[in-house]
Each structure stands twice: as structure tokens, then as C-alpha cells.
T-cell receptor, first 111, second 112 residues
């Protein structure tokens, strides 16, 4: 499959702790994006990192990209109960420009 | 600015029927993509339209088709429905194909 794999599949942490989730992919990419999805809703775009970038920040979010290892990580600092959701990485393939989503990480933040 | 609107939100059909789902993108967005989301297969790309032309197509049978109109609104059609077509169908729009996508809340399709 050309889909990315996310790790872990599920993560449960206490409010205030940091949450880290990882994404691995298989082919060369133009960019990698992270999305969140609340139950029964559409996806919300969080952050986009291009293939020539190594790290990006947005508020409490920090994303890293290692194209040599074909992997990315999303760090959410000082988590809140409202961060409870599923998080997906999506890669835009260099060949064909198709989007492929990872399998997702289900994050539960316990108040 | 209004978000991506998908109609209907819920739909129940029986095997063998056909269905048309609608997506209105964010004003000014010309790229529209469709995805199927199921618990078993996750999010799978169906197709992408840009300026009324299909730009990319995922690995789905020909029963799944789509189109985009001159106002960027898009429709997706599934013919001869099968039980396995039960899923959440998500539409996403972006200003250009390589820009972040904005998703609608989806159409939940159930096949009986």
C-alpha cells in the first residue's frame, strides 16, 4: 500500500502532558500535511511541511520531517482535553501528485 | 467564508441502487477531491478535479464516478451499490492542488 503508517495507533495521556505521533511513508513526496478529525466530522488541516523543510511550528504543534527516513512526527505540547481526536498524516506524492492518508492515531487526553 | 458543504449528511440505500453525492467547495477554490473513509480501509482517495477536469484518480472500480461544474461544485456518483460501499464520503477543496485541503463533514452512506 502507498498509504503512510502511523504510530502509535492509539495514545492516551493526561492533560498537560505532551503527545507525539509518528508517520512513515513509502515514496518521494512534495509535502506532508497533518490533519485532525473529531468523531463523525470532517478533517481539519493543522500544518503543512514541504519536502525541503525539516521542522515547522504552529502554536502548540511542532512537526518534523526526515525525508531520508521517509518519516514525520507531530508533537502536541501541553495537551488539553479538547485535543482528543484522530490525527492523520497525508503525503502528496511527487509522481502523480496524489494524496495518501496514513492510518491515523487516536489520541485521548484525560482531564 | 462558508466552509465546504456536503449534501446530504446521511443517506440510506439498498444494494443495486445508485446514489449521487454533492459537494460545494469554499468560494474561490478550484480543486475538489473525494475520499472514502471506512474503519477497515481508512481514508482512501477516490478522485480529484481541478477546473472541471479529472486530475487524479484512485484505485476504485468504474462504478465510482464524478464530475465538476464550471462553478467548481462537484458531484460523485456510485452505481450498482454494494454493501461494502457503506462509508463516510468526504469532499475536500483547496485553492490549488498542492495547497492544504479543507474538508466538509461528509455524507454517511449506509447500504442495506
Amino acid at each position: 500500500s502507498q498509504q503512510g503508517e502511523e504510530d502509535p495507533q492509539a495514545l492516551s495521556i493526561q492533560e498537560g502532558e505532551n503527545a507525539t505521533m509518528n508517520c512513515s511513508y513509502k515514496t518521494s513526496i512534495n509535502n506532508l500535511q497533518w490533519y485532525r478529525q473529531n468523531s463523525g466530522r470532517g478533517l481539519v488541516h493543522l500544518i503543512l511541511i514541504r519536502s525541503n523543510e525539516r521542522e515547522k511550528h504552529s502554536g502548540r504543534l511542532r512537526v518534523t520531517l526526515d525525508t531520508s527516513k521517509k518519516s514525520s512526527s507531530l508533537l502536541i505540547t501541553a495537551s488539553r482535553a479538547a485535543d482528543t481526536a484522530s490525527y492523520f498524516c497525508a503525503t502528496e506524492q511527487k509522481t502523480g501528485n496524489q494524496f495518501y492518508f496514513g492510518t491515523g492515531t487516536s489520541l485521548t487526553v484525560i482531564p | 467564508k462558508a466552509g465546504v458543504t456536503q449534501t446530504p449528511r446521511y443517506l440510506i440505500k439498498t444494494r443495486g441502487q445508485q446514489v449521487t453525492l454533492s459537494c460545494s467547495p469554499i468560494s474561490g477554490h478550484r480543486s475538489v477531491s473525494w475520499y472514502q473513509q471506512t474503519p477497515g480501509q481508512g481514508l482512501q482517495f477516490l478522485f480529484e478535479y481541478f477546473s472541471e477536469t479529472q486530475r487524479n484518480k484512485g484505485n476504485f472500480p468504474g462504478r465510482f464516478s464524478g464530475r465538476q461544474f464550471s462553478n467548481s461544485r462537484s458531484e460523485m456518483n456510485v452505481s450498482t451499490l454494494e454493501l461494502g460501499d457503506s462509508a463516510l464520503y468526504l469532499c475536500a477543496s483547496s485553492s490549488m492542488p498542492d495547497q492544504p485541503q479543507h474538508f466538509g463533514d461528509g455524507t454517511r452512506l449506509s447500504i442495506l
